[in-house]
C-alpha cells in the first residue's frame, strides 16, 4: 500500500496524571510502528485553553504526531482514538503525497538526535542546578554548624556572632545568582 | 427617471469600491496553516464567522484555503464555533 505523511494533532484532557498520559502516547506511537510506519517526531505544544469547552473540559494538552505510512495506519490510530475516552479531539491530515522513505528514515534519526540532546541538555541543567542547590545546603549546614561551635565556644555578647554572618549572608546570596 | 437614478446611484458606488489585493498572493511567503490561530483571526469576524472575500479581498483560491483552515481549527478547539459574549 502507499506510504504517505501523515500529521495527527490529538487534543488530552490537561489534568491527565503523567503515567497515563505516557501509556496513551505509547499506546498511539504502538499502532503506528505496528503498521510498519516511521514516526518521525511528536510536538509536544504544552497545556492551552480550548476556544470552546470539550467534554467539559475548559484546557487541553495538544500533541503532533507526524508519520509516514499507509491509509491502513491511519484508520487504526483513528479508531483507537474514537475508542479511547481520554483523547478529547483529533484531526489528521495528509501533509505529502509521494514519499520518499529514505529520506523520512533520515529525517526521523535527525527528529531523534535532536530530541535526544534537548532532553540531555535539560538533564545536564537539571543536574547542574541540583549540584549547586546542594552544594549551597551543605555550605550553610557547614556555616551554621561553625556558627553553633563559634556560639558555644565563646559565650560573649552579640555583637560579634552578628557582625560574622553579614558576610556570610553576602557570600551565599552570590551562590544563588550564580546557580 | 428610475432608470437615471438606479444608474447615479451605481456609479456613486463605484467611487468607494477599491480594488482588493489578495494578500496570499501578493506575498508568497504567507502560509495558510490551521495550526496558527493567530493568523487565522484576522479572517473571521468578532463573532467567529468567517470574513466573505468581498470584504477580505482575498482571492477565490485562497479563499478556500483560508475556509479549510478556519474550520480546521474549530474542529481542533483552537477557534470558537461561534462567540456570543461580544
Redesign the interface.
Known amino acids: 500500500m502507499r506510504n504517505r505523511r501523515y500529521e495527527t494533532v490529538f487534543i488530552l484532557p490537561a489534568d491527565l496524571g503523567e503515567g497515563r498520559q505516557q501509556e496513551l502516547l505509547d499506546r498511539l506511537d504502538g499502532v503506528v510502528d505496528k503498521g510498519g510506519g516511521i514516526r518521525i517526531k511528536r510536538e509536544d505544544w504544552g497545556v492551552r485553553k480550548l476556544a470552546y469547552p470539550v467534554k467539559k473540559q475548559p484546557k487541553g494538552h495538544y500533541y503532533l504526531l507526524d508519520f509516514v505510512g499507509n491509509a491502513q495506519i491511519v484508520s487504526e490510530l483513528e479508531r483507537q482514538m474514537r475508542m479511547l475516552e481520554n483523547v478529547l479531539r483529533f484531526l489528521t491530515v495528509k501533509t505529502e503525497d509521494r514519499v520518499d522513505l529514505e529520506a523520512a528514515k533520515k529525517e526521523q534519526a535527525e527528529e531523534r538526535d535532536k530530541a535526544a540532546a534537548k532532553e540531555a541538555a535539560a538533564r545536564e541543567a537539571a543536574a547542574k542546578e541540583a549540584a549547586a542547590r546542594e552544594a549551597a545546603e551543605q555550605k550553610k549546614a557547614a556555616e551554621e554548624a561553625a556558627e553553633e561551635e563559634a556560639a558555644a565556644s565563646t559565650p560573649e555578647p552579640e555583637a560579634v556572632p552578628e557582625e560574622d554572618a553579614a558576610p556570610e549572608e553576602a557570600v551565599q546570596e552570590e551562590q544563588k545568582t550564580e546557580g | 427617471m428610475i432608470g437615471r437614478r438606479e444608474q447615479r446611484r451605481k456609479t456613486k458606488r463605484r467611487l468607494y469600491v477599491r480594488k482588493k489585493v489578495c494578500r496570499f498572493c501578493a506575498d508568497a511567503t504567507l502560509q495558510i496553516n ?2 496558527d ?1 493567530r493568523q487565522l483571526r484576522y479572517f473571521i469576524t468578532e463573532r467567529g464567522k468567517i470574513i466573505p472575500r468581498r470584504i477580505s479581498g482575498n482571492c477565490a483560491k485562497h479563499q478556500r484555503k483560508i475556509t479549510l483552515a478556519v474550520k ?1 481549527a ?8 461561534t462567540n456570543m459574549e461580544i
Open positions: 490551521y495550526k490561530p480546521r474549530r474542529h481542533l478547539a483552537l477557534m470558537p464555533y
